[in-house]
């Protein structure tokens, strides 16, 4: 075995030396002979008897010297293998598979295992699958045993590499390797980390939502008290939690907390929220709060203003909710309760006065709502353009399709021919137009993703946003004037309202404009029963004083035989699912505008005695629309949301892709599932 073994590298060459030390003097030799040939014969007699010693020096040592260096190399892989043994780090080798050949003293004593045990590393480590062992270099994994946590660097040696590196004997042409295992106990390092995370700064911002409402409907003499109990019950519940209130205005407060407190107060899912409410002196309305978090942000300034856009987004969706804004996700926490509509107007006069400002700036006005635009869509569309007239501006209002639910009013706006062929354009056409002398109106919509033309936002430096709906995560960034109040009833009322304070009251409504306006409030408030408040028959009243026709509105929404015969069989196969939803799907063969009926289907569903939301599946142009509707039990918003959308408490909706009516029923009940297990709904 030794005798096939090739020395190679310094020690090849030390033994070399003599045999060219030997061509060296034989080289000397021949040259002797050129100055005194007896010299050259004494010479060459010597270099005879030194190769021949040589030689036979050389071939009977190098066995010798080869296993003395073998011996060598034996004794110090085992003073390596002992020491490496005996080493704290936990060592470990396997084969390609996972298939453990050597452990050392630390890594037996962490898997409890003596030297013997030679089986699959996914044995004791269940996360180091066959599928992670297909790495190329390195791999780096977390894993937990025993309560205990680790770090396992993994390392792929090839032992034609190694082999290739030695210095004394060649490699073959083997292309095996090994996976080598470092173990590192991070346990107490994560344990630290976290108490070091805990003990991290949050900020916190409180408003109470109803502040003025809540003290008219209580007397006089009690409205201290009711604050004081308010204050009170908002101390009392953050200094149990270590944390820091102070009240920066009469219906504002600032908190500072750790972490850890966020992290309890999630875990009750904010029950300061319901907490609150129960402050009862004979006040007739209940006192809500929204909160916002900020926190994980490496500024306190970050946070700061993490915890102030977390606060106006709780406010946006409609307050009495808590929402918790980090650099990576923005979470909602409650949002049960109904917004409580604003008496007053003033807001409305501010907002309106601010329009007139922008829209006498600029040369034209385009006018966007959202894809599918429905009769709120363009009803307000049509309401922000007599207020572009009234100005003496060039409206346009951007659709791409115009849809069965608003092609009658269209045609009711066209036939007084009191406007041009342009009025309404597609969104390439509206690319065309916008430029610096263009402001954008955003109407009954918040998310730019779902808007009519996307890319027209970002094209116009002047955005308005008009809308009802509450807000999410996702809005337009850099709108010049944002008008979003989710208690209106519909983006109708709040033009409608805007529209009595332009040019001091006297902008002109038509009749079929008025008409156009007031269905947009009909559809969205499901004939004045669903979500309507004083406000609403006043912007309706003011509506009918401009020419509305009731009757003519209801005539153009009557549904053809096609569309209700398709309502009555979502209703008929609709399934009763945990004796409290109705999910049904919308059959859509032969209907122009499915995604309408399976909305009025929804609508129908709530009539059944039990029913708290309904949710109405309908495939459209390749994507499932998901309608969701309830009364007052359910909020169907945040479901929606988990599922991408979005809306109102009582409406909202969804878009799924990629999947089947069924399908999307299916999410529908894993969502609602999850979501009563996590007490959301």
């Not at 027209?456 to 308005?464: G, Q, Y």
């Not at 109405?616 to 929606?640: F, H, L, P």
């Amino acid at each position: 075995m030794n005798r096939k073994m090739k020395l190679k590298g310094h020690l090849r060459a030390y033994l070399q030396t003599a045999l060219l030390l030997g061509i060296f003097l034989a080289a000397v030799n021949a040259g002797i002979y050129f100055i005194n040939i007896l010299a050259g014969i004494c010479v060459s007699g010597f270099l005879a008897v030194y190769l021949i010693a040589m030689s036979i020096l050389l071939c009977r040592s190098k066995p010798v010297i080869v296993n003395e260096f073998i011996d060598f190399a034996t004794q110090y892989g085992q003073v390596q293998s002992r020491l490496l043994r005996e080493l704290d780090l936990a060592y470990v080798l396997m084969d390609e598979t996972g298939k453990v050949i050597w452990t050392n003293e630390a890594f037996e004593r962490i898997i409890h295992k003596d030297k013997s045990w030679r089986r699959q590393i996914s044995v004791v480590f269940p996360a180091v699958t066959k599928e992670k062992l297909e790495f190329e270099q390195e791999l780096e994994l977390d894993i937990a045993f025993e309560e205990r946590e680790y770090n396992l660097k993994l390392k792929r040696i090839s032992i034609k590499e190694v082999l290739d590196n030695s210095q004394l004997i060649e490699n073959g042409d083997s292309d095996t390797c090994m996976i080598a295992g470092y173990l590192y106990d991070e346990t107490d390092l994560k344990r630290a980390l976290r108490e070091l995370d805990d003990q991290s700064l949050a900020v916190g911002m409180i408003y109470i939502d109803n502040y003025d409402e809540a003290l008219e409907s209580v007397e006089d003499v009690r409205r201290s008290l009711l604050m004081a109990l308010i204050d009170r019950r908002i101390n009392k519940y953050l200094f149990a939690r270590d944390c820091i209130v102070r009240k920066t205005e009469k219906d504002k407060y600032f908190v500072i907390m750790r972490k850890s407190a966020v992290s309890a107060l999630k875990e009750s899912r904010f029950d300061l929220l319901e907490d609150v409410k129960t402050v009862n002196i004979g006040n007739e309305m209940a006192v809500t709060v929204s909160i916002g978090v900020g926190l994980d942000a490496p500024t306190y300034a970050q946070k700061c203003e993490f915890a102030r856009t977390a606060i106006d987004l709780a406010l946006g969706r409609g307050g009495d909710q808590a929402v918790v804004k980090t650099p990576d996700s923005i979470i909602y926490y409650g949002g049960k309760s109904q917004q409580i509509e604003k008496s007053t107007r003033v807001k409305a006069r501010v907002k309106a006065n601010a329009l007139q400002e922008i829209i006498n700036s600029k040369d034209k006005v385009l006018i966007m709502g959202h894809r599918l635009s429905d009769a709120d869509a363009f009803g307000a569309a049509v309401g922000v353009s007599c207020i572009a007239r009234t100005l003496g501006k060039k409206c346009y209002i951007v659709i791409n399709d115009i849809t069965s639910s608003v092609k009658p009013l269209v045609e009711l706006v066209r036939d007084k021919n009191a406007y041009e062929e342009d009025f309404i354009i597609g969104s390439s056409d509206a690319l065309e137009l916008a430029d610096s002398s263009t402001v954008l109106v955003v109407v009954d919509v918040n998310k730019p993703s779902i808007t009519e033309c996307p890319d027209l936002i970002k094209s116009c430096r002047t955005v308005v946003v008009l809308d009802h709906h509450r807000q999410s995560s996702e809005v337009i960034e850099n709108a010049t004037l944002s008008y979003v109040e989710p208690y209106a009833s519909s983006t109708c009322e709040m033009v409608a309202e805007v529209l009595q304070y332009i040019s001091g009251g006297n902008v002109k409504v038509k009749s079929n404009e008025a008409d156009c306006i007031y269905s947009g409030i009909m559809v969205d408030t499901n004939n004045f029963t669903a979500k309507t408040g004083v406000r609403t028959f006043e912007a309706a009243a003011f509506l009918r004083r401009c020419g509305a026709d009731v009757t003519r509105v209801r005539k153009m929404f009557r549904d053809g035989a096609a569309e209700y015969k398709a309502k009555a069989e979502t209703v008929r196969n609709a399934e009763i699912y945990k004796n409290a939803y109705a999910m049904g799907i919308c059959p859509t063969e032969g209907l122009e505008s499915p995604t309408e009926i399976g909305a009025q289907a929804a609508n129908e569903l709530l009539g059944i005695n039990g029913i708290k939301a309904s949710f109405v599946a309908t495939e459209y142009n390749g994507k499932i629309y998901i309608s969701a509707r309830s009364i007052d039990e359910v909020n169907v918003q945040i479901i929606m949301e988990r599922l991408g959308g979005g809306g109102h408490m009582n409406i909202a909706g969804a878009q799924l892709q990629d999947m089947s009516s069924e399908r999307a029923v299916a999410i529908i009940k894993e969502t609602v599932n999850q979501m009563l297990e996590e007490g959301a709904i």
